[in-house]
């Protein structure tokens, strides 16, 4: 046992190790999402967030030693959100017939999401610094955590939220879009990429290849109204 722990004490101080947790728990979440049926709510995230926080809890791992060891992953969402540059560019023509359409829904759908996030928690007393982490809350993670900083707000909140919001945007998104009708590719994939960035999108791919690219060009503007809209809707809570 004491070999065993002095091994555990040199390891846990080794980036890569954590680098290699997440990657196997994300390996784990698709394998499992795969063995499911590709049922929604087997979320690989969901299942890689869950064998991730058990393992960080019997290990006895803090965040920060384990942010210093994942933090290349935190890295790769800079490019990653840059690249979303590709299906709006891909897409652009079709985006130019339904351009009214887009615009309409992604001001709905960016201004409804910080209102609507801010309202229920001003209303169940939450302080100025838990609604300024709460304000970019659908917006992707690196411009989220920008928006969250600039306002005076806890990025490693703002991380959780993002990363729950595009969690239950992803289980609920299919089922519920179903259930109202929605039957066009590009509105169902639009509506998600605003609502649930990342996870979502990488969701719509998984369904339909047009959502997919219509759910990165709605998380890619949506991400860059948010950083407009949430500074002037917090005033009017703060």
């Known amino acids: 046992?004491?070999?065993a722990a002095l091994i555990w004490s040199y390891l846990s101080r080794e980036p890569l190790l954590w680098l290699t947790a997440t990657l196997l728990a994300y390996w784990?979440?698709?394998?499992?999402f795969r063995a499911?049926?590709?049922k929604p709510y087997v979320n690989p995230v969901l299942v890689a967030v869950i064998v991730l926080?058990?393992?960080l809890w019997l290990t006895g791992t803090d965040y920060p030693a384990y942010f210093e060891g994942a933090q290349f992953v935190h890295f790769m969402l800079g490019p990653a959100t840059v690249a979303l540059a590709v299906p709006l560019h891909a897409n652009l023509s079709r985006v130019r017939r339904a351009?009214?359409?887009i615009l309409a829904a992604l001001l709905a759908g960016s201004v409804t999401a910080v209102l609507s996030a801010l309202g229920i928690a001003w209303a169940m007393g939450a302080d100025a610094g838990v609604l300024a982490s709460l304000a970019p809350k659908s917006a992707t993670a690196p411009v989220a955590i920008g928006i969250s900083e600039g306002l005076g707000g806890a990025p490693t909140l703002t991380a959780v939220l993002v990363l729950l919001t595009g969690i239950i945007g992803a289980v609920v998104v299919t089922p519920l879009l179903?259930?109202?009708g929605v039957r066009d590719w590009r509105a169902r994939g639009f509506a998600v990429g605003v609502a649930a960035h990342g996870?979502?999108?990488a969701r719509a791919f998984q369904v339909n290849e047009t959502a997919g690219a219509f759910a990165g060009i709605g998380m890619g503007l949506n991400a860059v109204l948010t950083a407009l809209i949430a500074p002037l809707v917090l005033r009017l809570f703060v």
């Open 36 to 38: 499911s049926g590709r």
């Open 53 to 55: 926080a058990a393992v």
């Open 178 to 180: 179903n259930a109202l």
């Open 1 to 3: 046992m004491a070999d």
């Open 199 to 201: 996870i979502g999108t």
């Open 99 to 101: 351009a009214l359409p």
């Open 28 to 32: 784990a979440g698709d394998a499992a």
